[in-house]
């Protein structure tokens, strides 16, 4: 069983940046898709970004790409999200969520998720 822990979420002003962190418990993280999800208030929590276990394949939703970037250190069973130029649509709980296969946008495909870290982006 996989365990998620995000940080590295809070307040910064719009054109800020952030860094989310999601440590692993184990080492099957290594060997694991991993992907950024997000959730406002009232909506449906949407894809972010993913990468494969050995980083050859990344994918992000058009609203993120050229902003955030996606990377992991499977030496560390850590994944990133460097989050630039942020926007006020950008607010939301931020979740990690990690599975074994192939790279998904689809929620329900991910079998292990962290506990969500909130960001907010005051314009």
């Known amino acids: 069983q996989v365990q998620l822990v995000e940080s590295g979420g809070g307040l910064v002003q719009a054109g800020g940046s952030l860094r989310l962190s999601c440590a692993a418990s184990?080492?099957?993280?290594?060997?694991?898709?991993m992907a950024w999800f997000r959730q406002a208030p009232g909506k449906e929590r949407e894809f972010v970004a993913a990468?494969?276990?050995?980083?050859?394949?990344?994918r992000y939703a058009d609203s993120v790409k050229g902003r955030f970037t996606i990377s992991r250190d499977n030496a560390k069973n850590t994944g990133y999200l460097q989050m630039n130029s942020l926007k006020s649509e950008d607010t939301a709980v931020y979740y990690c969520?990690?599975?074994?296969?192939?790279?998904?946008?689809?929620?329900?495909?991910?079998?292990?998720w962290g506990q969500g870290t909130q960001v907010t982006v005051s314009s």
């Open positions: 990468i494969t276990w050995g980083s050859s394949i990344s």
């Open positions: 969520a990690a599975r074994i296969g192939i790279l998904s946008h689809i929620p329900k495909d991910y079998d292990y």
């Open positions: 184990e080492r099957t993280f290594s060997r694991s898709t």
